[in-house]
Structures are given as structure tokens and as C-alpha cells.
């Protein structure tokens, strides 16, 4: 399983629009077929630079799953925040490959 971690910073002055726009971009994206699930989170930590931080998860089951997310599917959805939000948001992007899950006694996946 990988993980395509989103971090985004979104400025005060756009933080509610953005809120709104996000959830519906989220399903855009899980609408590509590409991932399982998302989760969606705030990131606690007071920022310098002001603005909330959050974070967003997408599951893809396979390497594949992600580098056609990349190729046919990303460029497009990126450039639109780009265009809505372009100087009120900084965004940095990460790769996770899970390598095992570990779950407490009595807990069932």
C-alpha cells in the first residue's frame, strides 16, 4: 500500500472557501479510480507563517495506482489550485510506502 500525503497551508483570508472547495477537489480526485480512501486532517501545530495547515492521505494499493494518478491525472487537478488559491497557499507533497500495519491485541482490520 502508498501513501500520497498533501500538506497544504492555506492563508486566513482564504481558509473558508478553501474548506469548502477541498472536500469536493477530495472527491474529484478519489473519483479517478487511482485511490481507496482519503483522510482528511487538520495538522496541530501554531505556523510562523500564520494560516491553518492541514493534510490529506490518499491509499493506493499499488505503485501503478500512483504513478498514473502522476501522469494522467495530477497535472490537470493540481493546476486548478494553483489557479483558485495560487498565492494564498503553499502546498509540499510526500510518498509513503507502508511496509507493515500493526494493530493492538483484539482489534481486527
Known sequence: MYIFNETINIDDAAHNEWIT????????????GRFTSAKFSEVLVDEEMGGKTYSIQYSAKTRADLDNYYQFDAPTLQL?????????????????KIIKEFYPPNVQN
Do not use: P, Q
Not at 21 to 32: D, F, G, K, Q, R
Not at 82 to 96: G, I, Q, Y
Open 21 to 32: 472547495w477541498i472536500e469536493s477537489h477530495i472527491t474529484t480526485i478519489l473519483n479517478t
Open 80 to 96: 486548478e489550485s494553483v489557479k483558485k488559491f495560487a498565492d494564498k497557499m503553499l502546498t509540499f507533497r510526500t510518498e509513503l
